[in-house]
C-alpha cells in the first residue's frame, strides 16, 4: 500500500501551528500557578505591630478560637481616635501619637481593633465596679485605668472576656 505524502510545505505548517498550540496550552498552565493581579492585594503588618497581632493569635489559639490573619493590613496612619478598623478589607490603622500608643497600652488597643476585626465585637461601655466589664469598651481611658488594669493583675480576665463575653465576672471587680 502506497502512503500518500505530505508537501514539505504542509508538514512545515502543522509543525510550527503544533508547537504554537504547544506553547499556548503551557503558557496558560504556567500562568493559571500564580495569583491573578485581583489576587494580588497587598496585605501589610507594621513591624512594630507585628508582636501583638501574633499575641493575639497565640491568646485565641490557647481558648481554641482560630485566626487567620493572612489577609490582614496594620499599619500607622493618623486618626481622629486611637485606632479604627475596617471590616471589609481587613485593615487597621493605628495612630501612633493616640495616648493609648504613647502611654503604652499598645496591646489593649490592638487587642481591642482585632477584637472588632476577628471576633465581630462592638464597644462594650459596661462596667464592673469601678472598672470596663470588656477590653472592647469604646470610651477613652484617661487616668491612665488600663496600665492600672495591668499592674493589678487583671490582663487574664480582659483577655478571657474578650473571646468569651460571658466570662464570669472576677472577684476583684465586686
Not at 498550540?21 to 507594621?46: G, K, N, W
Not at 493618623?78 to 479604627?84: I, K, L, Q, S, V
Request: proline share 5%.
Amino acid at each position: 500500500m502506497k502512503r500518500k505524502q505530505h508537501s514539505p510545505q504542509r508538514n512545515s505548517l502543522y509543525s510550527i501551528s503544533g508547537i504554537r498550540s504547544v506553547l499556548i496550552i503551557f503558557s496558560l498552565a504556567l500562568t493559571s500557578c500564580f495569583d491573578s493581579p485581583m489576587d494580588e492585594q497587598i496585605r501589610f503588618v507594621e513591624p512594630q505591630l507585628k508582636p501583638y497581632v501574633d499575641s493575639f493569635i497565640e491568646e485565641a489559639a490557647a481558648r481554641g478560637v482560630s485566626i487567620d490573619a493572612s489577609q490582614l493590613t496594620i499599619s500607622f496612619g493618623t486618626h481622629d481616635g486611637a485606632a479604627y478598623a475596617v471590616r471589609s478589607t481587613n485593615t487597621i490603622v493605628v495612630d501612633s501619637t493616640s495616648y493609648d500608643w504613647v502611654s503604652g497600652l499598645r496591646e489593649q488597643l490592638v487587642y481591642h481593633e482585632l477584637g472588632h476585626l476577628y471576633l465581630g465585637r462592638e464597644h462594650d461601655d459596661d462596667m464592673i465596679g469601678n472598672y470596663p466589664k470588656s477590653i472592647m469598651a469604646g470610651v477613652e481611658d484617661p487616668w491612665d485605668e488600663g496600665r492600672q488594669r495591668q499592674r493589678l493583675g487583671m490582663r487574664k480576665y480582659y483577655i478571657d472576656e474578650l473571646f468569651n463575653p460571658d466570662t464570669k465576672r472576677p472577684d476583684w471587680s465586686l
